[in-house]
């Protein structure tokens, strides 16, 4: 019932505008921030391999995930310099101007839990509790913003082929 409101309701499409400018807002200045401020992931990515989130047993609770960040992340940190901002900056972009939101903030959860799991909690919490309700509101999180004007060509262009195929079938 509460899915079905925030994907059909013209109400919850206003409340979900507001919600995504508040997270846009935070995702692109942050990127900004990072981009300007001479961001370097390489300190954040030691700490985290040395001191990884540990269970009340004192083992670590995401071995995989610290096993990639030693293994991958760090040694190519350089990347991570680039895609870290770029990905948040994004992110904002797209919840702000309403531009394929739904992958937007898909994108934007797949960062939010990466930093929870590197033990970096900040507002995490909170921006995935929003996150969460405007990824299941789908295409009415992005009714005020420019998906109301993509998805129709979408429709019209992407996947007008996907029905030729089904009749070649």
């Known amino acids: 019932m509460v899915v ?7 109400i919850s499409a206003g409340i979900l505008t507001v919600l995504r400018l508040y997270l846009g807002y935070t995702w692109l200045t942050a990127g900004f921030h990072k981009f300007t401020g001479g961001f370097d992931a390489s300190g954040f990515l030691k700490g985290v391999v040395a001191n990884p989130v540990k269970g009340p047993d004192g083992s670590i609770v995401f071995s995989t995930y610290v096993s990639f960040l030693k293994d991958f992340a760090l040694p190519n940190a350089h990347i991570f ?3 870290i901002p ?3 900056f994004l992110v904002g972009l797209g919840l702000i101007l309403g531009c394929l939101t739904t992958a937007a903030m898909f994108f934007g959860l797949v960062m939010n839990f990466s930093y929870l799991m590197a033990g970096a909690i900040s507002t995490n919490p909170i921006d995935i509790i929003l996150g969460v309700i405007i990824l299941f509101a789908g295409f009415n999180a992005g009714k005020f913003g420019l998906d109301n004007w993509i998805r129709p060509l979408f429709h019209k262009y992407v ?3 996907d029905h030729s195929i089904e009749h070649h079938k």
Do not use: A, P, Q, V
Request: glycine share 6%; net charge positive.
């Open 159 to 161: 996947l007008k082929h």
């Open 81 to 83: 310099n680039t895609i």
């Open 86 to 88: 770029l990905g948040e």
């Open 4 to 10: 079905k409101w925030l994907r059909e309701s013209k």
